[in-house]
């Protein structure tokens, strides 16, 4: 099978399998509004049946898709980590989040203020709304392994023979446009990247599992919890007088506390990645595949297909909807 053939029919297995997701996403939505209005409007039922119209549709349709459409598998060639390059990996991923989050929120902000409107980030609205626990589940147990298996080992093995750079990408780029919204886009393309970078290095999915959940948790569940705490409004407006904010930190010393461990560990963890991309930028290395493109063109291959074009481009027009939607 040619390199183009293999992305176009994963392209469209996973366009089949965005859209199984809404049309499922679309109908239990309707039964709870019709049958039980009073599951409809709690947040972690409606969490419940997100999760199992996503993973359990992914379930149905990719493993066996992917099979039966691209038969032909190269499974990295397996390389232990250890527990201190497990870290390292950590740090450089929160590193990676950082960076491609400021880039993200400089692009929404140029939106925004075109627009007039504010983009919502729905994980914020699940920490929001739900209390540490179903929290820690979603993202730190249950979104990292099928969302790994889903876009890393059944992605990748898939295009692993075409070109190790053009996996990389179809990797993180399908990831990013599986949330479905603008503003985790642009981190999840980013870590969704790194990660498949990670897998083919070692071949081990559980690394990048246990990485995207130590990401989660400690996003999603530990800075948040300590923010929780912090009133920062009253904060950022005492920190424009000296004084003021001398007074503040006197009066609240619980909140000035969880700040500081929590702005103390993301500055900390995000210091160390970058020594560790600095002293490690040697060990990032790309190795020629079988059956790659000889004229290097395996990104133009793979990108610039029937199937892959089509999903990109639901993708992208479902994140324009639902972000002017959100902004309207």
């Not at 923010?227 to 009066?251: G, I, K, P, Q, S």
């Amino acid at each position: 099978m040619t390199a183009k053939k293999a992305y176009s029919r994963m392209g469209f297995l996973y366009l089949v399998f965005s859209l199984a997701v809404l049309v499922v996403q679309l109908i239990l939505s309707y039964v709870l509004y019709r049958y039980t209005p009073a599951l409809y409007d709690s947040y972690s039922f409606l969490m419940i049946v997100s999760s199992l119209s996503l993973y359990g549709t992914g379930l149905l349709i990719l493993p066996l898709g992917a099979g039966k459409l691209v038969r032909e598998k190269t499974v990295p060639q397996k390389h232990p980590m250890k527990f201190s390059e497990l870290l390292q990996a950590f740090c450089v991923t929160y590193l990676i989040v950082i960076v491609s989050n400021l880039v993200g929120q400089i692009m929404i902000g140029l939106l925004e203020s075109f627009l007039g409107g504010a983009v919502v980030n729905p994980v914020d609205e699940l920490v929001e709304y739900l209390s540490p626990l179903p929290v820690f589940e979603r993202t730190g147990l249950i979104a990292p392994v099928f969302e790994e298996w889903f876009f890393r080992k059944i992605l990748v093995d898939r295009l692993l023979a075409y070109g190790e750079a053009a996996a990389i990408l179809a990797s993180g780029l399908m990831f990013g446009l599986f949330h479905g919204n603008l503003d985790q886009f642009f981190y999840a393309f980013a870590i969704g990247s790194f990660f498949a970078y990670i897998y083919i290095r070692t071949g081990k999915l559980r690394y990048v599992m246990l990485l995207h959940g130590m990401l989660n948790v400690f996003s999603s569940v530990f800075l948040s919890q300590l923010l929780e705490l912090v009133n920062l409004d009253v904060f950022y407006a005492a920190a424009t007088d000296t004084m003021e904010l001398m007074r503040y930190c006197l009066e609240n010393p619980v909140e000035i506390s969880a700040l500081a461990i929590a702005e103390g560990a993301a500055y900390c963890i995000m210091i160390a990645g970058l020594i560790f991309v600095i002293r490690g930028r040697k060990r990032f290395f790309l190795k020629p595949q079988a059956q790659q493109s000889p004229d290097g063109g395996q990104m133009r291959t793979a990108l610039l297909n029937a199937g892959m074009i089509c999903y990109v481009v639901y993708s992208a027009i479902y994140i324009i909807v639902e972000t002017v939607m959100e902004m309207v």
